[in-house]
C-alpha cells in the first residue's frame, strides 16, 4: 500500500489531494495546525477505516517538525507532499511597501519549511518502494514569467520570492538525493478556487475545483521518474519556466 504524507491536509488542495489517496486505496498521513478543529479531514479519517491518521504538524515550528519526526518513526514514506503555504503576510508586498518581518514569516513556510520536513523525513523516504517528495509549488515562483500588469503579481513580491526558492531547493535535492533513487515533483496546482485562490479564481474560468487540481498532481506524481525528476511543471504536466 502506497503511504502518502501531506502537510496542510485540512483543507483546500491538501485536503483534495488527502481524498484523492483515501479514494485509490492508499494510506494517507494527513498532517495539519490544529487537529481538533479539522473537521473535514476528521470525518475522511473516521470513514477510511484506518487508513487515514491525522498528525498535529505546524511546518513553521521546528519542535513540531521533530514531533512528526518521533510519531513517525522509522515508517517508510512512499510520497511526502509539502503542501502547506500562505499567501504571504500581509499578502500585498510591493516595489513600494515590504514588510521585513511578514516576507520572512513567507519564507519561513513556504521555503526553508518544505525543506526541513525533507531532511527530518529523508529516512523514511529511503526506507519507501516510491521515493517521492513533491513541493506544492505556484508559478508565481517563475522568475522566467513577465507576469505584466495585469495580475497581481506586481503586489506579491514575498509570495514569489518564495516560491522561487522553495524552487531552487528542492531542484538543488533532486539533483543531490538522486543517489539515494529520491525522485522530486515541484508542482504547480493552477489556479485553484480554495481559500488561497479565493474569490479571483471563483469569478475566473480559469479557475479550477481542488479536486481536479489533485487528480492532475497524483497523476503527474504517478508519472515521476529520474528523467523528470526536478522539472518545474503545473498540474497538466506542461513545463513552466524557471
Ligand atoms: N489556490 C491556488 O490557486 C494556488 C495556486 C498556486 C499555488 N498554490 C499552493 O498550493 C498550496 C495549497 O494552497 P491552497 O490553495 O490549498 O491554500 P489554503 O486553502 O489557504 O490552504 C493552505 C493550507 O496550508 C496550511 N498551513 C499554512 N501555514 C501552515 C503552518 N504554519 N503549518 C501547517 N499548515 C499550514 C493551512 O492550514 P491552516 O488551516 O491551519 O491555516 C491550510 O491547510 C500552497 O502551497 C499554495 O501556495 C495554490
Redesign the pocket.
Known amino acids: 500500500m502506497t503511504t502518502v504524507l501531506i502537510?496542510?491536509?485540512?483543507?483546500?488542495?491538501?485536503?483534495a489531494l488527502a481524498r484523492r489517496y483515501a479514494a485509490d486505496g492508499g494510506e494517507v498521513i494527513g498532517?495539519?495546525?490544529?487537529p481538533e478543529?479539522?473537521d473535514a479531514l476528521k470525518e475522511l479519517a473516521a470513514s477510511s477505516g484506518g487508513r487515514v491518521r491525522i498528525v498535529q504538524?505546524?511546518?513553521?515550528?521546528e519542535a513540531?517538525i521533530a514531533s512528526l519526526k518521533r510519531s513517525l518513526s522509522d515508517q517508510p514514506i512512499d510520497i511526502l507532499i509539502?503542501?502547506?503555504?500562505?499567501?504571504g503576510t500581509p499578502k500585498a508586498q510591493s516595489a513600494n511597501c515590504i514588510d521585513p518581518e511578514g516576507w520572512m514569516t513567507t519564507m519561513r513556510?513556504?521555503a526553508l519549511?518544505p525543506i526541513l520536513i525533507a531532511q527530518a523525513l529523508r529516512d523514511n523516504l529511503r526506507r519507501s518502494s516510491e521515493k517521492k517528495l513533491v513541493a506544492?509549488?505556484?508559478?508565481?515562483g517563475s522568475t522566467g514569467t513577465d507576469w505584466g500588469p495585469t495580475t497581481n503579481a506586481s503586489e506579491r513580491y514575498s509570495?514569489r520570492a518564495s516560491?522561487a526558492a522553495l524552487n531552487n531547493g528542492m531542484r538543488a535535492l533532486s539533483r543531490d538525493w538522486a543517489a539515494d533513487g529520491v525522485l522530486v515533483g515541484i508542482l504547480?496546482?493552477?489556479?485553484?478556487?480554495?481559500?488561497?485562490?479565493?474569490e479571483r479564481?471563483a469569478a475566473s474560468s480559469a479557475?479550477i475545483s481542488?479536486e481536479d487540481?489533485a487528480r492532475g498532481l497524483a497523476r503527474r506524481i504517478a508519472e515521476l521518474t529520474p528523467a523528470n525528476s526536478g522539472t518545474f511543471q503545473n498540474y497538466r504536466g506542461e513545463t513552466i519556466p524557471w
Open positions: 502537510t496542510g491536509a485540512n483543507r483546500g488542495i491538501g485536503l498532517c495539519c495546525r490544529d478543529k479539522a504538524l505546524d511546518v513553521a515550528n513540531s509539502n503542501n502547506a503555504g500562505i499567501n513556510v513556504n519549511s506544492i509549488t505556484s508559478d508565481f509570495y516560491k504547480n496546482p493552477g489556479f485553484v478556487r480554495t481559500d488561497m485562490g479565493g479564481a479557475g481542488a487540481s
